[in-house]
């Protein structure tokens, strides 16, 4: 999406898949100057051409992923967003302690576990946004006895979680602050925090 040029902000970084897509692109100019790109159709191509490339073949552009991602993160250590211009990255108020049990998954999280894989390698194109958008439209349209199953694992992860935060509890000396997981419980899942934890 374009962006106003009114501040300096960096241009943000470009995946593998995406330098390799702009790649093909270029090619396809350089031998149909004059022919218009459909590009729904270019892109189902080039995801096509993607998922069958080795990783010999794919290592380059890799390898300019990460040029950029190193661009990038130069770049944004001497950017100064414009006065008024919120910073929208959440920032970590404080540490989590490594020993502290690992919270409990809803059942959503589990079935994504097990579906993620499949939607990835389905659609090489897509990105976190895109992904998260088709797992929960799987999930809307999954069958009750699917749902039922993955509901369960919650349960038995929830009472996991229960049963290791009172062990870790008592172990700790201080007395424990409200757990924000616990309080969270009842309002529903914070989806970011888990994708955190999955990628970690």
């Known amino acids: 999406m374009p962006r106003g040029r009114m501040d300096s902000k960096p241009r943000g970084r ?57 661009r990038y993160d130069t770049e944004m250590q001497s950017y100064v967003p414009p006065k008024g211009e919120k910073n929208t990255r959440k920032k970590r108020k404080q540490m989590k302690d490594p020993n502290a049990p690992k919270r409990s998954l809803s059942a959503f999280f589990w ?26 439209r799987k999930w809307a349209d999954a069958e009750p006895h699917v749902k039922q199953k993955y509901e369960a694992m919650a349960e038995k992860d929830k009472a996991r979680y229960e049963r290791e935060m009172t062990e870790y509890k008592k172990k700790s000396n201080a007395p424990a602050p409200p757990d924000p997981v616990m309080m969270k419980e009842s309002d529903g899942e914070d989806p970011e925090d888990d994708e955190e934890e999955e990628d970690d």
């Open 111 to 136: 079935f994504c576990n097990d579906e993620r894989g499949q939607v990835k390698a389905n659609n090489p194109d897509y990105g976190v946004g895109d992904i998260a958008k088709e797992l929960g």
């Open 14 to 70: 470009m995946t593998a898949y995406a330098f390799f897509v702009q790649t093909c692109r270029e090619e396809h100019k350089k031998k149909h100057p004059d022919e218009t790109v459909i590009f729904k159709e270019f892109s189902k191509k080039c995801a096509e051409r993607w998922k069958t490339m080795s990783d010999k073949e794919k290592k380059r552009f890799h390898e300019m992923a990460d040029k950029d991602k190193k």
